[in-house]
């Protein structure tokens, strides 16, 4: 296997705004021919995906009000629930030198080296004993491109199941009944695991893989100007939460890759402004999407006019689905 120019970061840090900064700031200087793994952890905070509703997602005033905190990433994919007992990890490289394959044979060999079988499946689950224990989720960039995710250790399951609020649909798309049936701590599996085992295995075989790595303290980077930029983007409403999703109309529907809802501001008979969330993967098939809506008869054969009339994004597979979707029946509303 080729070996690469490597090096493991770790925060200190677990303020969420500040770590996905840092993530983003790596992504932003990663080089040809290297390959970054970011170590990190967020203290009480749920991350939503990139397209995401928040007020969907997550019970938003019962978390602030406990003191918890609400990010946003870059990525696709669904909300989480991160705290202490959670382990973040980032794979990030140029398009050349991202490995989806490699890395998550580094994720499944990490567990194997703590005596734990495990195995990918489904968009993006590692599971053992057929139950969640780590989600990824991925971004690709104009600089670079990353992998992300989370390994349960011994994440308080009470706090997740009181803070994320997914859809029913979701639920019952995977054959069960709660957010706390289907995932499960590492310690449950291996009582006694900690986060600092697992990351010091993952460091491990993620040299093993790809080859000895500088070690970095993600203070090095912290002062930065443009990390205090990043995180004050990440920190800001308009992101984190963007405009109230106060709709006068609104259509949902799961696909195999995720679940979309479209949401209409309707006056004088014409859609004045849309807006689409998805829990996609891939982010950037489902961004911007909404607002080729404006204009539009509020009815399905009308919105679809408008994704292949005015959608850079047609025949991109998920919007092909949309239209599938939006030409072969009239969505209830």
Not at 79 to 84: E, G, K, N, R, W
Not at 186 to 207: D, K, M, N, T, W
Not at 272 to 295: N, P, Y
């Amino acid at each position: 296997m080729k070996k690469l120019h490597t090096e493991i970061v770790e925060s200190a840090s677990h303020d969420p705004w500040q770590n996905l900064a840092i993530e983003e700031f790596l992504l932003d200087r990663v080089k040809p021919g290297s390959m970054t793994l970011y170590l990190w952890q967020n203290e009480r905070t749920v991350v939503i995906g990139r397209n995401q509703n928040a007020w969907r997602e997550c019970r938003t005033d019962l978390l602030e009000r406990e003191g918890g905190r609400l990010a946003r990433r870059l990525s696709g994919g669904g909300a989480v629930y991160h705290d202490l007992g959670n382990c973040n990890y980032t794979f990030l490289a140029k398009p050349k030198s991202y490995d989806f394959e490699r890395q998550v044979k580094v994720l499944i060999a990490t567990f194997r080296l703590l005596g734990i079988e495990a195995c990918f499946g489904g968009r993006n689950d590692i599971t053992v004993e057929g139950r969640k224990v780590s989600g990824n989720a991925f971004y690709r960039g104009r600089s670079g491109r990353f992998q992300h995710g989370t390994i349960l250790v011994s994440v308080d399951m009470e706090r997740m199941a009181r803070y994320l609020s997914p859809s029913k649909m979701k639920l019952a798309s995977k054959g069960v009944a709660s957010v706390r049936s289907r995932v499960a701590n590492l310690s449950e599996i291996r009582p006694g695991i900690s986060v600092g085992e697992i990351r010091e295995a993952l460091g491990r075989v993620f040299q093993e893989e790809f080859g000895a790595a500088e070690i970095l303290d993600a203070a090095s980077v912290s002062a930065e100007k443009r990390v205090a930029e990043l995180r004050e983007k990440y920190a800001g409403r308009p992101w984190v939460y963007g405009k109230s999703p106060d709709f006068d109309m609104q259509l949902e529907h799961r696909f195999d890759w995720g679940e979309v809802q479209i949401g209409l501001t309707v006056k004088g008979g014409h859609v004045a402004e849309g807006r689409v969330f998805s829990d996609a993967m891939d982010a950037g098939a489902i961004a911007g999407l909404g607002a080729v809506f404006k204009g539009a008869e509020p009815n399905a054969g009308s919105l679809a006019e408008k994704i292949r009339t005015a959608s850079p994004r047609a025949g991109v597979p998920e919007v092909n689905d949309i239209l599938a979707w939006l030409d072969t029946a009239e969505p209830e509303i």
